[in-house]
């Protein structure tokens, strides 16, 4: 069976070697009209980008972590907290705990 999968395998890496080999780029590219369209518009550089001027970029520096300072920050941290259940079992009532991992939020 494994020497049959490997045949069926090779025959059709063999196979999508024939097919690449035959559909190569220069027939890819045949499908594409020749012309002047919206295409050739954005390939050609912008000219205004390009002059000579005397305007320089200005950076303007973005303050984006406002949320690391402030008057009230808020924290977070793991804690253990402890949960109860209670079931009827044999005609009374029973309680089974443990403890779950939470994340606990303060503010400083």
Same mark, same amino acid.
């Not at 300072?69 to 009827?88: F, N, Q």
């Given at each position: 069976?494994? +020497? ?8 059709? @890496? &063999?196979?999508?070697? &024939? ?5 190569? !780029?220069?027939?890819?590219? &045949?499908?594409? !009209?020749? =012309?002047?369209?919206?295409?050739? %518009? ?6 205004? @980008?390009?002059?000579? =001027?005397?305007?320089? &970029? %200005?950076? %303007?520096?973005? #303050?984006?972590?406002?949320?690391? #300072?402030?008057?009230?920050?808020? +924290?977070? +941290?793991? =804690? ?10 044999? =005609?009374?009532?029973? $309680? $089974?705990?443990?403890? %779950? $991992? ?7």
């Amino acid at each position: 069976m494994e +020497r049959r999968l490997f045949l069926t395998g090779m025959l059709g @890496v &063999a196979g999508a070697a &024939a097919l690449a080999g035959l559909a190569g !780029p220069s027939k890819a590219v &045949a499908g594409i !009209p020749a =012309g002047n369209g919206i295409l050739d %518009e954005l390939d050609k550089p912008d000219r205004t @980008v390009f002059e000579d =001027g005397d305007d320089r &970029a %200005e950076l %303007e520096q973005v #303050y984006h972590r406002h949320w690391h #300072y402030g008057p009230r920050r808020r +924290r977070r +941290r793991r =804690g253990w907290r402890r949960v109860c259940r209670r079931y009827w079992r044999h =005609g009374r009532w029973r $309680r $089974r705990c443990w403890r %779950e $991992r939470v994340w606990i939020g303060f503010w400083l």
